[in-house]
């Protein structure tokens, strides 16, 4: 489906997904558009385990700099 068998760039969810789950992130915050393949590719890695505990963790954080809390505008 993507560069492999399986919902990652090579198959398993390895160190390409990893160095990409931020690029993901900004994707969805921003809603910038892509290509097709693309959102099933970032569903997989946002519903991954180590993007949801690292998601639960950030949203836990406790300190907060309000300026950054909300998306830039361009």
């Given at each position: 489906?993507?560069?492999g068998e399986g919902d990652f760039?090579?198959?398993d969810f390895g160190a390409?997904?990893?160095?990409f789950a931020p690029v993901v992130t900004r994707i969805v915050t921003y809603q910038l558009p892509v290509a097709r393949f693309a959102p099933a590719y970032m569903q997989a890695?946002?519903?991954h385990r180590f993007m949801q505990d690292w998601i639960?963790?950030?949203q836990e954080e406790e300190w907060?700099?309000?300026r950054y809390e909300q998306p830039a505008q361009g």
């Amino acid at each position: 489906r993507f560069g492999g068998e399986g919902d990652f760039l090579f198959g398993d969810f390895g160190a390409a997904d990893i160095m990409f789950a931020p690029v993901v992130t900004r994707i969805v915050t921003y809603q910038l558009p892509v290509a097709r393949f693309a959102p099933a590719y970032m569903q997989a890695v946002l519903e991954h385990r180590f993007m949801q505990d690292w998601i639960a963790g950030a949203q836990e954080e406790e300190w907060v700099i309000a300026r950054y809390e909300q998306p830039a505008q361009g």
